[in-house]
């Protein structure tokens, strides 16, 4: 998933805080307060099905249904994929945002992305990890109490018209803070062998008669 300047910006805004301050406020004693969150799902499956001339794997997913994928030449250990691995996939995604007075002898920071790749070595069960981060930064422009609606102009010159949802997290926003957000994301993959069948108990004897 790859977020526009515009997407951040209005996530940036509908999702300030009310404000308090916070352990990393200490650091920045002129900033308005911080606001961070951060979520995590992980799914695991278990592969029902490989064919590796055309690279397609097929999985069972926790529901029971099954779904087939076709596995890019990135994966260079598909061979070591067995039918009955397990495939644990993760997904985190965390957001953190800061709103701090303007500093009129620095302009806006340009958006910065950084993406770090890894993945196992040949010969091993597929494993990888994909990171990316992106800082975005924006200024208040105008902001309307009444209508519930602010102006944020990003770095690039870019305006966005967002509508507040809780307009009680903007009480110490004013025109012209600097909004920054940090977006982080990562997936992680991994193929696992299946674990060791637990063996199935003896049906239970019914008690003799008396």
Same mark, same amino acid.
């Given at each position: 998933?790859?977020?526009s #300047?515009?997407? $951040?910006?209005?996530?940036?805004a509908?999702?300030?805080?009310a404000?308090?301050q916070t352990? *990393?406020s200490a650091?920045? %004693? /002129? *900033?308005? !307060?911080?606001?961070s969150?951060?979520?995590?799902k992980?799914?695991?499956?278990?592969?029902?099905?490989?064919?590796l001339?055309?690279? #397609? $794997?097929?999985?069972?997913?926790p529901? !029971?249904? *099954?779904?087939?994928?076709? $596995?890019?030449p990135q994966a260079r250990n598909?061979?070591?994929t067995?039918?009955g691995?397990?495939v644990?996939v993760?997904y985190?995604?965390?957001?953190?945002?800061?709103?701090?007075p303007?500093?009129p002898?620095?302009?806006?920071?340009? &958006?910065t992305e950084?993406?770090a $790749?890894?993945r *196992?070595?040949? !010969?091993? @069960? %597929?494993e990888g990890?994909?990171a990316?981060?992106?800082?975005?930064t924006?200024?208040?422009?105008?902001?309307?109490?009444? /209508?519930?609606?602010?102006?944020? /102009?990003?770095? !690039?010159?870019?305006t966005?018209e967002?509508?507040v @949802? #809780? %307009?009680?997290r903007w009480t @110490?926003v004013?025109?012209?803070?600097t909004?920054?957000a @940090?977006?982080?994301?990562?997936?992680?993959?991994?193929?696992q &062998?299946?674990g060791p069948k637990?063996p199935?108990?003896p049906p239970?004897?019914a008690?003799?008669? /008396?």
């Amino acid at each position: 998933m790859r977020l526009s #300047h515009s997407a $951040v910006l209005v996530a940036l805004a509908l999702a300030v805080p009310a404000l308090a301050q916070t352990a *990393s406020s200490a650091a920045k %004693p /002129k *900033s308005h !307060g911080s606001y961070s969150t951060s979520e995590t799902k992980t799914v695991t499956a278990t592969v029902t099905a490989i064919d590796l001339a055309t690279r #397609h $794997v097929t999985l069972q997913l926790p529901d !029971g249904t *099954s779904q087939t994928f076709v $596995v890019g030449p990135q994966a260079r250990n598909l061979p070591q994929t067995k039918v009955g691995d397990q495939v644990v996939v993760q997904y985190q995604e965390a957001i953190e945002i800061d709103v701090t007075p303007a500093d009129p002898t620095k302009p806006l920071p340009q &958006p910065t992305e950084a993406v770090a $790749v890894e993945r *196992s070595d040949p !010969g091993k @069960k %597929p494993e990888g990890i994909v990171a990316r981060t992106v800082t975005l930064t924006g200024t208040v422009e105008a902001y309307d109490p009444v /209508k519930k609606i602010a102006i944020i /102009k990003g770095s !690039g010159g870019k305006t966005v018209e967002v509508q507040v @949802k #809780h %307009p009680d997290r903007w009480t @110490k926003v004013k025109v012209g803070d600097t909004i920054t957000a @940090k977006y982080s994301e990562a997936l992680a993959i991994a193929v696992q &062998p299946a674990g060791p069948k637990m063996p199935t108990p003896p049906p239970a004897k019914a008690p003799p008669a /008396k």
